[in-house]
């Protein structure tokens, strides 16, 4: 077949499986469907190099939220892998490996995160977009950050919002495991369970949500760089790019992520390419 063909086809197959993706910020996010039993959360990605996972993103795909210029590849690259499992698992899985030239951080605070080196993210997992501060904070959306070296009485995993909403980052709803062996480069591996609507009251009082081939969630991911200067972002890195200035309140600035459906069903893996270039 040729190839204009099988990229036509593939696209059919796409929209009538997955339909088109609403209007969305920055990078789509295209989440392979991952077998849990063949990934173990221990901040390495030997486990997705066996299992044969494709790269989800790099610094390439990243613009500076704050608006500035991305930093030089010696000062900041990445290289991200995403996935998702089916129930009864039901998590999001990532593993990114950041190189970095100078590590930071001091920030004495879990609020203050995002003055320091870390992973940043956003879920939405209805995909209802808007301001998630609203009400209780964290109830519809999240703000989630992951910090490689967090000083005493600093949160590794945090929830910007309710303090009663912390369980969302803790096991077993939440795993994740940094390598520091090479500082002042890092990775960072995780899964998580994600929410329809997240309660003070618990995970018994939640709404979990069930991850779908074909659907698509809004998930942001952003990493901040902060160098010299002490609580200053050099830059920040993230999926939504400088149109997700917002993405700290509004969901609506998440990238949209399409969950891409078990290996049996899915596009060969060279067509993807030429499909992303399609949505974008």
């Keep these: 077949m040729k190839k204009t ?15 088109i993706a609403s209007a969305h910020i920055g990078t789509t996010i295209y989440v392979q469907n991952v077998d849990p039993a063949k990934i173990t959360i221990d901040g390495l990605n030997d486990d997705w190099l066996a299992a044969g996972y494709e790269v989800t993103f790099t610094q390439d795909d990243m613009e500076d939220v704050l608006g500035g210029e991305m930093q030089p590849l010696d000062d900041f690259a990445c290289v991200g892998y995403c996935g998702w499992s089916l129930p009864p698992d039901n998590m ?16 004495p605070d879990d609020g203050g995160r995002y003055k320091d080196d870390n992973v940043e993210m956003g879920i939405d997992a209805d995909h209802s977009g808007g301001n998630y ?9 999240q703000q989630l950050g992951f910090l490689p070296t967090p000083g005493a009485g600093i949160a590794q995993n945090y929830h910007w919002g309710d303090a009663a909403l912390q369980w969302i980052v803790q096991e077993p709803y939440c795993y994740v495991a940094f390598n520091i062996d090479d500082l002042p480069n890092y990775a960072c591996e995780g899964k998580m369970a994600i929410w329809d609507r997240a309660d003070v009251g618990g995970p018994e009082a939640s709404d979990r949500h069930v991850l779908t081939a ?9 990493i901040d760089d902060v160098d010299e200067t002490p609580d200053t972002r ?9 149109e ?3 993405s700290w309140t509004d969901a609506s600035q998440f990238n949209d ?9 899915a596009v060969e893996p060279s067509t993807w390419g030429g499909i992303k270039a399609l949505f974008e």
């Design 257 to 265: 992520a399409v969950l891409l459906p078990p290996s049996e069903d």
């Design 5 to 19: 063909l099988a990229l036509s086809v593939a696209f059919a197959f796409v929209v009538g499986v997955f339909g």
């Design 92 to 107: 999001l899985y990532w593993y990114i490996a950041v190189t970095d030239d100078i590590h930071n951080a001091d920030t």
């Design 244 to 246: 997700g200035g917002r």
């Design 234 to 242: 050099d830059c920040q890195p993230g999926l939504e790019g400088s």
């Design 214 to 222: 074909g659907e698509t969630i809004g998930w942001m991911i952003q």
């Design 133 to 141: 501060r609203e009400g209780i904070h964290g109830e519809q959306a």
